[in-house]
């Protein structure tokens, strides 16, 4: 069994995105697949209906509606789906895409739960002069993987990411940035992509910049755009795993084989 376990020291921020990418790397066919399904194909197809009925003169879509509460409610299946694989993974188990799905819906209601509740409490923090929701974003980075794993609560959960989080919110925060940059690169390099390729949602519309037509370089850029959204699902999910998984073993001194159990 080959682990990436590093029990009792310190954080090491290197360390946790080096995992990050091995983890992906080890996973990604499952991940891509499961990005494609969950998360960038309703925000196309809720895209392209959206477009249709801008053309037909109507400004309520009800597709764009439906296609964004499916990728928002694929996006929780999709985080729950990443953090399970990358922590098996990160405990030397290979695990396939039905277990890591199965346990991803069976968490589904909490984690939409988990995710009204932080949405909220960071919204109103970053009304509150931002700094408060900043704070609050990083006080509960770890609520998915603590209620998944540990098989707690929602507000057990929100508890126990603040107590791991303790002591080690600044190292959490860069981090954040780095993943941050490396989303902002990924949407960029497919952005350059479909500019140098020529598709361009602006393709197919009038001198005034209104769109006319949805032409085959407007579902092509609007796909890219769709995939870019669900890599950066999965990039995030991931790293929060790994920040997780660092907590643990360095903070608590748990080791991988106690961290699996819950596994089994």
Request: charged residues 10%; aromatic residues 8%.
């Amino acid at each position: 069994m080959t682990t990436l376990d590093a029990v009792g020291g310190s954080f090491d921020f290197g360390r946790v995105v080096q995992r990050t990418f091995k983890v992906v790397g080890q996973n990604l066919g499952l991940f891509a697949l499961s990005a494609l399904v969950l998360v960038s194909t309703p925000i196309f197809v809720g895209t392209v209906v959206s477009l249709k009925s801008r053309l037909a003169g109507d400004f309520f879509s009800v597709g764009l509606v439906a296609g964004t509460i499916v990728a928002t409610f694929g996006s929780l299946i999709l985080q729950a789906l990443v953090v399970h694989t990358v922590i098996a993974r990160m405990n030397g188990r290979a695990v396939g895409f039905g277990d890591s799905l199965s346990v991803a819906l069976r968490f589904a209601l909490p984690l939409l739960g988990l995710g009204i509740i932080q949405g909220l409490g960071v919204m109103i923090g970053l009304l509150l002069l931002v700094v408060p929701g900043v704070i609050l974003s990083v006080m509960w980075s770890v609520t998915t993987p603590s209620l998944i794993v540990e098989k707690r609560g929602i507000f057990e959960s929100l508890q126990r990411s603040r107590d791991l989080t303790r002591g080690h919110r600044w190292s959490i925060v860069g981090l954040f940035l780095v993943y941050m940059v490396l989303s902002m690169i990924v949407g960029a390099v497919i952005g350059g992509v479909s500019a140098a390729a020529g598709f361009s949602t602006l393709r197919g519309a009038t001198p005034s910049g209104a769109l006319d037509v949805v032409t085959p370089m407007v579902l092509i850029s609007t796909f890219l755009s769709a995939l870019v959204n669900g890599a950066q699902g999965v990039l995030v999910a991931a790293g929060v795993a790994s920040i997780y998984y660092e907590l643990r073993t360095t903070k608590e001194g748990v080791p991988p084989e106690q961290m699996a159990a819950v596994f089994d």
